[in-house]
């Protein structure tokens, strides 16, 4: 996990300390009012056959207290992307909620110092998938995604589309407390209905917190397995018993699990596949694959699956301008160690962390609309194209499920 220290000003510090923008107040569609000039950003159109439908789950872990804030259950958000049996009369779904969308610019640019306070509207930039479609029934392997620490599932949303557009049922995670900012369907005791993150700096730089950070997000990967297991099943596991799209249960084969995660995420993937058999394959995106160390400048504790290595198909993405490269190598040179091993390697060139997200389209248009300079880009990205980023990663990633969890 790499993520800038957050501000420290008294304004960043007065926010963090009450748990967020919502902890005062719910976040609502009218709590940012866009100006009449903010531009709205687009993401990249699918390139599968398949038209696309999308749902979001609210789901409860009742066996779980939250790690984060003095809530007796543990609250995942998810978001799952299909191949569409039709979508006609089916509205075109937003990117982000209002009230995630509203909380974005008080929250993100904290943590991504890149980012502007103000200029776009963020509300307004709409996915390709159409809101409830019915889904083709037709079994198709489920690829899982958990964003990069501190991130919220909405900026996986293009390659999510790419691969549900190919045959894929994508499900993308929210990891409430850890990620800017979540939309939950309604408020409950100790949060407010937009719920941001908790985080004050780099979760690196503390070891408990990064082990805390790593275990949550096993755990509600393995909650959300089973979820999807019960959906597959027939059963609605919607915490509030909301409609579910006509078909969508058939077109889930837990059987056939994949997870492609970035950053913090991507730690979490390679040590989830070691830990579950359910997972077939699994892709880290430039994450870590060992503990926080204990003291600046030593070497972390690999975790299990860099000590061990994994007997099922890995890969590892990185980019050439990460700056924490150096710190990334031994844990990932420790598991390509691994005689007989099933990881492979691979590398973006002029590119950075965030290029692995839908910032990769975002920064580019962000620049050009005066909202962020060069140096900005470079840094949240890299300076190379969308029109290469992109493709290169939607491609290496599904050409990796293509080959170990082929869409049949």
């Known amino acids: 996990m790499s993520r800038r220290a957050l501000a420290t000003s008294a304004a960043a510090a007065a926010l963090l300390l009450v ?28 390139t599968g056959p398949h038209s696309l439908g999308v749902t979001s789950l609210y789901l409860v872990d009742r066996s779980r207290h939250d790690p984060w804030e003095p809530i ?39 943590l991504h110092p890149e980012l502007p306070t103000s200029g776009v509207a963020w509300a307004a930039t709409r996915t390709h998938a ?8 037709v079994r198709r392997p489920v690829l899982l995604y958990s964003p990069g620490g501190a991130d919220p599932r909405t900026l996986g949303t293009g390659l999510a589309e790419e691969l549900a557009s190919r045959g894929y049922v994508a499900v993308t995670i929210d990891h409430p407390g850890d990620g800017s900012e979540v939309e939950f369907p309604r408020g409950r005791a100790g949060r407010q209905q937009v719920r941001t993150t908790v985080f004050r700096g780099n979760p690196r730089t503390d070891p408990k917190l990064f082990r805390t950070v790593v275990a949550t997000r096993l755990a509600d990967i393995r909650f959300v397995l089973d979820q999807l297991a019960l959906l597959a099943a027939g059963r609605n596991p919607d915490a509030l018993g909301r409609p579910l799209p006509e078909g969508l249960g ?14 913090a995420g991507g730690t979490t993937a390679a040590q989830a596949m070691y830990e579950d058999r359910r997972i077939g394959a699994a892709v880290n995106l430039e994450g870590f694959l060992d503990d ?63 290029v692995f997200t839908d910032h990769a389209a975002f920064a580019p248009q962000l620049q050009a609309a005066g909202l962020m300079t060069a140096a900005g880009r470079n840094s949240l990205v890299g300076a190379i194209d969308p029109a290469v980023s992109v493709p290169l990663v939607r491609g290496e990633v599904h050409s990796f499920f293509a080959r170990h969890l082929p869409a049949r």
């Open 292 to 354: 926080a160390p204990e003291r600046p400048g030593r070497p972390g504790q690999l975790l299990p699956v860099a000590r061990y290595g994994v007997d099922r198909p890995l890969l590892l993405l990185g980019t050439d301008g990460f700056p924490e490269r150096p710190a990334l190598e031994p844990s990932w040179s420790a598991l390509l160690a691994h005689r007989h091993g099933h990881t492979r390697r691979r590398q973006l060139a002029h590119a950075t962390h965030g």
């Open 72 to 110: 007796a259950v543990r609250e995942v958000m998810v978001s799952v992307f299909y191949p569409a049996r039709t979508v006609h009369g089916r509205p075109v779904a937003p990117q982000m909620t209002p009230g995630a969308a509203a909380a974005l610019p008080h929250v993100d640019p904290l």
């Open 130 to 137: 159409h809101t409830d479609a019915p889904a083709r029934p």
């Open 19 to 46: 748990g967020g923008f919502a902890r005062g107040q719910s976040a609502t569609a009218n709590s940012l009012t866009p100006a009449a000039d903010d531009i709205t950003l687009r993401l990249p159109a699918p």
């Open 250 to 263: 058939r077109a889930l084969d837990p059987r056939r699990v994949g997870l492609y995660s970035h950053s």
